[in-house]
């Protein structure tokens, strides 16, 4: 039978989790923890690395692996999924699970949230019943310390039998201890007693009768007791796991077959029937953490906690929770557009400048007309505009939006949400992947594995879409400016941001809509039980905050634009340049787009432009301008007069402007999106699925509207 | 004689004991993990503005349940 090294090391554990050591002596350490207990924090911390952090529980989604050094000795990290149990219940847990349970590493890191150390118990109480390598590294001191909890962590250490250390990781507290905790536990010969979960009698006689079976045919590789214990709990995914890690098949062995009859029959006969059994663990667990902590938990209700409900009961109360809402999210746009609106104009005039030099270097160096017209006009142009555009909404944007993060508002928002999500049958954490969705919609699609329900998960990856994302509302905003405000003033910006704010309402209220239709048809079923967990409000680090969401997100999400608009400057350019004919390629596929388009109230040239915009949203306006410029003529991009006068004369009414909003709002997803979508469901039917219901429903709309306005004769 | 209620019927600020638990399957898991078992003290704490979720105390975590699964809750009030 195949004991190879293959299947019982690390490499047996899939779900894409392949640890990558550097040297072969390097210890494997698993970051374990529940959700929101700053564990990415600690991770992130250790490794030097950028993991995404924010104040809601689940922001770790994917398995992230680290370097880390200490005292010369090299470790890999492992930041496994926040779960609070490892008796899975969902995809993240089992892989959390699995990872602890068959993934062989050296050492598990257990990392805790000081202000509620008894619920964290259970999660550490479970990993110690499987290995004794393990370190409990009790988190956000500093928080319990200003909540008025004190803990005395060494008598928690000697009731658990492993080391528990205190650590502050925001501020890299603890961590040197940690670690030398980690090498210290690693380098333990004789490892004292840890800490045994006593259960109910009829329980412990069970596994008793079962356990030397299982000494018998498993050896040394895992700890039995453990074992009886989940083989009488049957639990079915674990088994799989265990199986798979093992190589051979452990309820296929007659021994263990008979003594398992055996101990289930012993606590049949003390009445516990098997549905009861897995009550009785998690009670005794539970209880045992309970009995633990009352001794070491001093709690003293503060003024914090006091200040947390008051909090509470402005931001979600009934008469003012919504309104609040709404009105963060009009000041962040707000801020946005206003903010963005000066840089956004100096960028713009020194990166026109740059391009005037640009012409005359080329002019200099003598190359031929219609290299510079391409490199420059065609490739640089569109550069410019994306970053100038861009850039100075996002760098506001972005850090505002972590800022409400750090600060442990997004949860709030969808509890107050929550009922209308029930109403559409969806889940109520679709509102945090909605949220993620304003950022890039590919990281809220990747946000959505916090959902448990498979049916509730792809509503929101399919209906992620309505929610603008950063390279939408340029084009927004841009357009917005454009037909309906002007620039000037204070009123105009405040304008801009209510219809702003008016279009992503829209589009909340189009994803509530479209989610009660899918579970109505091809998602059928009711919406499942969830616990939705409310974290205490953190005072957010308001440095770090811009630090890490300019660098985090604002450039890579940038870069990643330009690096999609650099080659597409160049197709557009390409386009219009090349004649068939007595027209350009770009004006032969506009004009076959051309009656269609019209019919949903746009162009031929607008709809062209939204479909090479298809690998980055943000580029949609640069083609089109580079469209109609190739037949018109335009000194200064930069100036919205002019660009709307350019538009204007290509046929642009109120009503091409409104469509083409609303068409921005919803069309099919950006091919990061879609890529994104395709790896998380593994489906190309549901890929699909995303990609056309938006664009379905945005067809209609825009007909819906486009005619009626027509029929009235508005336009 | 304690009254026993589902958990719903607690009003924002009100404290009760947990005598059983309804709920099956999953939710039965997911509320045991975060602690919620027969003996448990929760405490009703804020309701949403729609009335519904509400946000209950547990084990010195603030947790979100719908009504649906708060009602599958029972509780003995002090």
């Given at each position: 039978m195949g004991l190879t090294s293959g299947s019982t090391g690390i490499k047996a554990v899939d779900m894409g989790l392949v640890v990558k050591k550097q040297t072969e002596d390097d210890k494997v350490i698993a970051l374990a923890g529940n959700p929101n207990v700053g564990k990415?924090?600690?991770?992130?911390?250790?490794?030097?690395?950028?993991?995404?952090?924010?104040?809601?529980?689940?922001?770790?989604?994917?398995n992230a692996q680290g370097y880390c050094t200490y005292n010369d000795r090299h470790f890999v990290m492992v930041d496994i999924p926040g779960c609070y149990s490892l008796m899975a219940h969902s995809a993240e847990e089992e892989v959390a699970r699995d990872f602890v349970c068959f993934g062989n590493p050296d050492a598990v890191v257990v990392v805790c949230d000081a202000t509620c150390l008894e619920r964290n118990m259970n999660l550490v109480l479970q990993t110690?019943?499987?290995?004794?390598?393990?370190?409990?590294?009790?988190?956000?001191?500093?928080?319990?310390?200003?909540?008025?909890?004190r803990l005395d962590l060494d008598q928690v250490a000697q009731r658990l039998g492993v080391p528990v250390i205190p650590a502050a990781a925001r501020s890299g507290k603890g961590l040197d201890e940690l670690m030398q905790a980690v090498c210290d536990r690693l380098d333990e010969e004789e490892k004292g007693e840890t800490i045994q979960i006593r259960y109910i009698r009829p329980i412990e006689d069970a596994i008793a009768t079962l356990q030397p079976a299982v000494e018998t045919v498993c050896g040394e590789t895992v700890n039995a007791r453990w074992l009886a214990l989940k083989l009488l709990d049957y639990d079915a995914s674990l088994i799989h796991a265990l199986n798979e890690s093992l190589g051979f098949d452990v309820t296929g062995d007659a021994l263990v077959q008979e003594k398992l009859e055996e101990a289930k029959q012993i606590m049949q006969s003390r009445g516990i029937s098997l549905e009861e059994l897995r009550d009785k663990i998690v009670s005794c667990i539970v209880l045992t953490a309970e009995d633990i902590c009352n001794d070491v938990v001093h709690h003293e209700r503060t003024k914090r906690e006091i200040r947390d409900r008051k909090i509470d009961r402005i931001l979600t109360s009934k008469w003012t929770g919504f309104p609040i809402m709404l009105l963060l999210l009009g000041i962040i746009f707000w801020l946005t557009i206003t903010g963005a609106n000066y840089p956004s104009q100096l960028l713009s005039d020194?990166?026109?400048?740059?391009?005037d030099r640009l012409m005359d270097l080329f002019v200099m160096m003598g190359a031929p007309v219609w290299l510079r017209s391409m490199l420059v006009e065609g490739v640089y142009r569109v550069l410019a505009w994306v970053v100038s555009v861009m850039l100075p909404p996002m760098a506001i944007f972005f850090p505002l939006f972590t800022l409400l993060e750090d600060l442990g508002y997004l949860p709030r928002v969808a509890f107050n949400l929550d009922k209308y999500f029930k109403k559409a049958r969806a889940c109520g954490k679709q509102a945090l992947t909605m949220c993620m969705g304003f950022g890039c919609n590919a990281a809220g699609i990747v946000g959505c594995r916090i959902i448990d329900s498979p049916r509730e998960r792809l509503i929101a990856m399919i209906t992620n879409n309505f929610v603008p994302c950063n390279g939408r509302?340029?084009?927004?905003?841009?357009?917005?400016?454009?037909?309906?405000?002007?620039?000037?003033?204070?009123?105009?910006?405040?304008?801009?941001?209510?219809?702003?704010?008016?279009?992503?309402?829209?589009?909340?209220?189009?994803?509530?809509l479209v989610s009660r239709l899918l579970s109505a048809t091809i998602l059928k079923g009711v919406p499942s039980s969830f616990t939705l967990e409310l974290p205490p409000y953190r005072r957010p680090q308001i440095g770090k905050v811009i630090v890490r969401s300019i660098f985090d997100r604002t450039l890579f999400v940038l870069g990643r634009a330009a690096a999609v608009a650099a080659p597409a400057g160049l197709i557009i350019w390409v386009m219009a340049n090349v004649f068939v004919g007595d027209a350009s390629l770009l004006a032969h596929c506009a004009a076959f787009l051309d009656p269609f388009a019209q019919l949903i109230g746009l162009d031929g040239v607008i709809l062209l432009a939204f479909i090479l915009g298809f690998p980055a949203n943000e580029i949609v306006v640069p083609i089109i301008i580079m469209a109609y410029m190739?037949?018109?003529?335009?000194?200064?991009?930069?100036?919205?007069?002019?660009?709307?006068?350019?538009?204007?004369?290509?046929?642009?009414?109120?009503?091409?402007?409104?469509?083409?909003?609303l068409f921005s709002l919803m069309h099919w997803p950006c091919s990061t999106t879609c890529m994104t979508i395709k790896k998380e469901t593994q489906s190309l039917k549901w890929t699909l699925i995303s990609f056309a219901v938006p664009t379905g429903i945005g067809i209609i709309v825009c007909f819906l509207v486009a005619s009626a306005a027509r029929l009235f004769g508005l336009v | 004689m304690n009254q026993i209620y589902s958990l719903t019927s607690l009003k924002e600020g009100e404290r009760a004991r947990v005598s059983t638990l309804l709920s099956n399957g999953s939710m039965r898991r997911r509320?045991?993990?975060?602690?919620?078992?027969?003996?448990?003290?929760?405490?009703?704490?804020?309701?949403?503005?729609?009335?519904?979720?509400?946000?209950?105390?547990?084990?010195?975590?603030?947790?979100?349940?719908?009504?649906?699964?708060?009602?599958?809750?029972?509780?003995?009030?002090?």
């Open positions: 990415s924090t600690v991770f992130n911390a250790l490794t030097g690395m950028n993991q995404h952090t924010g104040n809601w529980p689940g922001k770790t989604v994917t110690v019943e499987i290995t004794p390598n393990v370190v409990v590294c009790v988190n956000l001191m500093d928080e319990a310390e200003r909540k008025g909890i020194g990166l026109f400048w740059i391009q509302y340029p084009t927004l905003i841009a357009i917005i400016t454009m037909f309906f405000i002007g620039t000037a003033g204070m009123g105009a910006s405040f304008l801009s941001t209510l219809i702003l704010t008016g279009v992503i309402v829209l589009g909340i209220v189009m994803t509530f190739a037949t018109g003529s335009l000194t200064d991009m930069s100036d919205l007069t002019q660009l709307h006068t350019l538009l204007v004369n290509n046929g642009w009414t109120w009503l091409t402007a409104v469509c083409t909003m | 509320l045991q993990d975060i602690g919620l078992i027969e003996g448990t003290e929760v405490e009703c704490v804020q309701k949403s503005p729609a009335g519904d979720p509400v946000a209950y105390m547990i084990r010195g975590a603030l947790i979100a349940l719908r009504s649906e699964d708060s009602a599958n809750v029972l509780v003995a009030c002090r």
